[in-house]
């Protein structure tokens, strides 16, 4: 279709240029071309079909042939969407300013129509309009203003699609059109010019252009005396400063419009959050969900501006580490929403008190009473500006404790495009990074989740959402190493060159915890012990405050199994003791928040056996089994093989540690055994090292599997090296009893169901969906 439009000379389309923009759209849309033309540029040779009306299908090139009566042959578009790209390939030249006119006027009044009308016409009109904005004819018939209108309302549309870049686009020219074609447009327009410069400053911010943001933001405040106007302005700049990783100056900005409105305190919130908390008791226990639920909605103005900002506050000041400015937020947020109604910013304190209580007052039943408000209040309440936010909390800090990851994915979907619509990239975006960590931790195959993150880390870096882009970087490292795509060798002597903690800014913080929950995890996978030892205690004295899943359970879990992996290398028992800790942590937060990931907890107890010195080989066996089937039954792939993997590392421990060291691997034979018993936990064991030897291959030859399911190709390219003559020996017993060639493959009962179990499971989720 360019090429038509390019090669088509300007005689053979002369009723083009001199139609009246008064015609209709079907003329408007129909080619008149010589019809070898279109066959030398489309080529146009399939057999056409004629229908009754004389109309024939000319193709697959998108055009279609109307009329075979006329001495010309006229060809129309076979699709609108067809008719659209083609529409906005129309040259600028000189000669066609007058069609993109007609163009865009019809369209425009083709789009006001009630049933015809489609939102991409407005968007077409406005790019056939600006080619011709410098004719001075055109504005007899649209006016400078109807056409900043025009580019505005498209501008506005984009947003609401997320479509920021080319909402930047029309909302530029809508300004240019106001500096250049109105004279003194601050005084004759001041309410258009207001809208422009508020709805272009945010695109900017959200676009990551913070100078360019502030810049209009300035002259906004600087033409507009409002509260209102200033509050937002403020609280986006906030915002976007956030996500530069500059909270603590995002966070004074905001407050200094508190301060103007007298409803923040300047110092002291630690002793507000105490008084205020009893108040907040006090109706908490007075009313119940449904009184809650049927306030009223708030309606005096100077406290939906409060709340508005303290909105902006509570992410601010948690990420700057301002804990006593985060929980006077929050009551306050709350006491406000009892005393004058509620608002969607409410909502959001409700999610946030509910957190609080879990986590730092350990109030688990009113944390989840709080929790299913919130939720209620969600459902309820217009609250579409603060959805990214409170479902990050909810399920971010309380939810994925408890529910499994399937249940939890979509409703992260749909707090990413909340947050996208409504301009809140970072907390838009932090719900996808979650999104994708938790897939990570449950087992969601790798390569489905390195496609995706792909896509989530160009995003980041396009729109500059560095908070965000900074931390999840080492997430996606983790997941490449593991699937083998990062050809890049670690320096693992540098890795745990980490500053020391007065060094550290609390934005510094948050980049090495997740770069510690990274690099301890590569490190415990491919036997850096030394490495992922020395990675605990940076990693405990990072995470201490995060009391989400990902970081808090992550954390016990890998810190300890780093401290078990240390002690059976060094045969040093202090490190036991110190893992101990380490599980009776996990088992308390599991029994406070929720257990989704309770096998977890039982596989650390099994390792605890066997980093033990004289514990009974059967009763660690068990203990692992165990461990692996409550892995099994919940799906998550890495933890059965991870599991798997532990127990053949220790019966190898086991067999090299043996009175007979004598019984060589060579003389190792399978004959004896029926293979239903080889793949099964029916054997019985009498601790001989020909005994260990099988358990191992047992365990590791299920391991290898899983992880090949998994998709951890490097790590099962690592774990044959390194054991390449016990997987070699089990090979060769195979062979030796006519078994099918490498049945070490074959999997164990538990292992089918953890296969099965994660199949159905991850059936449903769409990670792409976000």
Not at 419 to 430: A, N
Request: charge should be positive; hydrophobic fraction near 40%.
């Amino acid at each position: 279709l360019e090429m038509l439009v390019e090669e088509t000379s300007i005689s053979n389309a002369t009723n083009w240029y001199s139609m009246d923009y008064t015609m209709g759209v079907d003329e408007v849309l129909k080619i008149a071309v010589d019809e070898r033309l279109l066959e030398k540029n489309v080529r146009q040779k399939a057999s056409t079909t004629t229908s009754n009306n004389g109309s024939a299908n000319a193709g697959s090139g998108g055009v279609v042939q109307l009329d075979f009566a006329n001495k010309t042959t006229t060809y129309g578009f076979a699709h609108d969407r067809i008719q659209q790209a083609a529409m906005s390939l129309v040259p600028s030249d000189d000669d066609l300013q007058k069609l993109r006119y007609c163009i865009g006027h019809i369209l425009m009044r083709l789009a006001d129509h009630p049933f015809l009308g489609e939102n991409w016409m407005w968007f077409v009109a406005a790019d056939q309009f600006e080619g011709v904005s410098t004719m001075s004819s055109i504005e007899n018939i649209i006016s400078p203003l109807e056409l900043i209108r025009l580019n505005l309302m498209v501008g506005l549309m984009a947003i609401k699609v997320s479509a920021f870049v080319p909402a930047s686009q029309y909302l530029h020219r809508a300004k240019h059109d106001l500096e250049s074609k109105v004279h003194d447009a601050w005084n004759v327009e001041t309410e258009l010019c207001l809208e422009v410069h508020r709805e272009l400053a945010q695109v900017e911010l959200c676009l990551g252009n913070y100078e360019q943001g502030r810049k209009l933001s300035d002259e906004l405040l600087a033409h507009s005396n409002s509260i209102q106007e200033r509050i937002i302005v403020n609280s986006s700049l906030g915002m976007a400063l956030g996500r530069e990783g500059k909270y603590a100056e995002g966070l004074k900005l905001t407050l200094n419009t508190l301060f103007v409105l007298k409803t923040f305190p300047r110092r002291n919130h630690m002793l507000h959050v105490l008084r205020e908390s009893r108040m907040v008791s006090k109706c908490v226990e007075k009313f119940s969900d449904e009184e809650i639920l049927q306030l009223p909605p708030m309606t005096n103005k100077k406290y939906l501006y409060t709340m508005h900002a303290l909105r902006y506050v509570m992410p601010l000041s948690f990420f700057s580490n301002q804990l006593p400015t985060l929980f006077l937020a929050i009551v306050r947020q709350i006491r406000l929403t009892f005393k004058y109604g509620l608002t969607g910013e409410g909502v959001n304190a409700f999610a946030n008190y509910a957190a609080l209580l879990m986590n730092v007052f350990k109030k688990k039943a009113l944390g989840l009473r709080m929790c299913s408000l919130a939720i209620n209040m969600l459902d309820q309440i217009e609250s579409k500006h603060v959805d990214s936010q409170a479902l990050s909390v909810i399920f971010s800090f309380i939810k994925s404790w408890s529910d499994p990851v399937h249940k939890l994915l979509p409703v992260l979907q749909r707090g990413h495009r909340s947050g996208l619509q409504s301009g809140d990239l970072e907390s838009g975006y932090r719900n996808w990074a979650v999104s994708l960590m938790l897939a990570f931790t449950t087992g969601v195959p790798l390569s489905e989740i390195r496609r995706v993150s792909l896509n989530c880390l160009a995003q980041l870096k396009h729109y500059r959402v560095n908070s965000v882009c900074d931390c999840y970087q080492y997430i996606h490292l983790t997941i490449d190493h593991l699937i083998g795509t990062n050809e890049e060798e670690i320096d693992w002597n540098t890795i745990a060159d980490i500053p020391a903690p007065r060094n550290m800014t609390h934005t510094d913080k948050m980049q090495w915890m997740f770069y510690c929950w990274g690099y301890i995890q590569i490190a415990l996978h491919f036997g850096k012990i030394d490495v992922a030892k020395s990675l605990v205690k940076p990693f405990k004295f990072t995470g201490k405050d995060d009391f989400s899943f990902l970081i808090e359970a992550t954390k016990h879990y890998t810190c300890t199994l780093a401290l078990l992996q240390y002690a059976k290398k060094t045969k040093k028992q202090k490190y036991v003791r110190m893992a101990k800790q380490g599980v009776r942590d996990l088992k308390a937060a599991f029994e406070l928040k929720g257990a989704a990931s309770i096998h977890r907890y039982m596989l650390l107890e099994a390792d605890v056996k066997a980093a033990t010195p004289k514990s009974d080989t059967q009763l660690v066996r068990e203990a692992y089994d165990k461990a692996i089937a409550g892995a099994a039954r919940s799906g998550h792939i890495q933890d059965c093989a991870y599991g798997n993997e532990l127990a053949a590392e220790y019966f190898m421990s086991q067999a090299s540690t043996s009175s007979r060291k004598s019984s060589r691997l060579s003389r190792y034979n399978f004959s004896a055994m029926e293979s239903e018993t080889f793949m099964d936990n029916n054997y019985d064991s009498s601790k001989t090292v020909d005994d260990y030897n099988f358990w191992a291959v047992r365990y590791l030859s299920n391991a290898l599997s899983l992880y090949k399911e998994w998709g951890a190709h490097a790590k099962v390219k690592y774990l044959r090296e390194k054991h390449s003559k016990y997987l070699g020996a089990a090979d060769e017993a195979n062979d030796g009893e006519g078994r099918r060639k490498h049945s070490s493959q074959r999997h164990s009962t538990a292992t089918r169901a953890c296969l099965a179990a994660a199949h159905q499971m991850y059936s449903s989720v769409d990670l792409q969906g976000v």
